[in-house]
Structure formats: structure tokens, C-alpha cells
């Protein structure tokens, strides 16, 4: 399982250095208590009532499929599958971080400002 931690900025200023965090684990809670002990932070925290939470958390079955959106893939209707190829709906680029297609890699190569995690990655101390 794949967990999304979306900053949304709550408040008016980022809450880490991420934009996107990705973390591959077992399930949600085990997600929520991975970035807490990275990133001290509660992810559903508040920051400021008119604004709503600090991160948007959504889970997905892989980490292509969790940035598809982002990657501009071709949705399904519902928003619920993706094709690994360029979308061709009209207002796709609006949500797509690059205005284009790229594919995972080349995602992953491109953007600073996310973070996978993996479960296999941590190391107890």
C-alpha cells in the first residue's frame, strides 16, 4: 500500500520541505506513525480552521498509481484508474505538476520536492 501526504500549505506556509511524501507500508496507521516519527508532525493537524487540515492523505496500491495525476497519465472516468500514457482530457494539465506526460522515473528525477519512503528503507534503533 501506498500512502499520498499532500502539503496543502494550511495556514499559508508549507509544513515540510515536501510537497508529496510517499510512504510504502502495511496500512494507513502505520503511514501516519512513519511520518510522525520523521517528520514530528501530526498529519491531521489543523494549522488554520479557514484553511483545513495540513496534509491531504489518500491511499493507493502503488506509487505509479499515486502520482498519476501528477504525471498527467490517461484517469479513468471516476478518477479511480490511470493508463501509463499521456491523458488526453482537456483540463489535465491543470492537475499535472509538469503541464506533460512523464513517466515515473522521469518523475521521480524531476521533483525535489518528493519523498518516498518505504517501509524496507527504515532503520530501528
Known sequence: MI??????NSGGR???EYKVILISCNDESEARSIFKDR???DSRNVSCSCCGPDFSVTT???LEGATA???MCQMSEDWEDFTEKP?????AERFSKFSKYV???EF???SEDVLVIKVVDIVIE
Open 3 to 8: 500512502v499520498k501526504f499532500y502539503d496543502m
Open 14 to 16: 508549507p509544513s515540510t
Open 39 to 41: 517528520f514530528g508532525l
Open 60 to 62: 493507493y496500491s502503488s
Open 69 to 71: 495525476i501528477d504525471r
Open 87 to 91: 491523458s488526453t482530457d482537456e483540463d
Open 103 to 105: 513517466t515515473f522515473s
Open 108 to 110: 521521480l528525477e524531476l
